[in-house]
């Protein structure tokens, strides 16, 4: 059984910084694009960022592009959400989640929609506000 378990949310004020992990046991999370997604209160889950099993290959959602940057660490089993510049608008639950790939051309990217309900973690409180 999978299981993915956030950390480093936490209370900041704008303009700060904070960095999420997304720790994989029971599985090798080298094998999976990894996914982090946030979902605020009366609003609809958003895709934030995701990587590929390599980590040659990232993607980010247009509201976060310039601010966060995703990377992965297989040798700790952990894939990172560094978010820099927070702004008011970014308060939400923070998930990660495995991921679906797209391949062609050779080239394999990862794209935002989750695997299945067995994929996700159980989200990590992110609140920016001064």
């Known amino acids: 059984q999978l299981q993915l378990v956030e950390s480093g949310g936490g209370l900041v004020q704008p303009g700060g910084s904070l960095r999420l992990s997304c720790a994989a046991s029971?599985?090798?999370?080298?094998?999976?694009?990894i996914g982090w997604f946030r979902q605020a209160p009366g609003k609809e889950r958003e895709g934030v960022s995701c990587i590929t099993s390599s980590g040659g290959t990232t993607n980010y959602g247009d509201s976060v592009k310039g601010r966060f940057t995703i990377s992965r660490d297989n040798a700790k089993n952990t894939v990172y959400l560094q978010m820099n510049s927070l702004k008011p608008e970014d308060t939400a639950v923070y998930y990660c989640?495995?991921?679906?790939?797209?391949?062609?051309?050779?080239?394999?990217?990862?794209?935002?929609?989750?695997?299945?309900?067995?994929?996700w973690g159980q989200g990590t409180q992110v609140t920016v506000s001064s």
């Open positions: 989640a495995a991921v679906k790939v797209l391949s062609s051309f050779g080239q394999t990217r990862c794209i935002m929609t989750g695997l299945g309900p067995g994929y």
């Open positions: 029971g599985f090798i999370l080298n094998y999976y694009a």
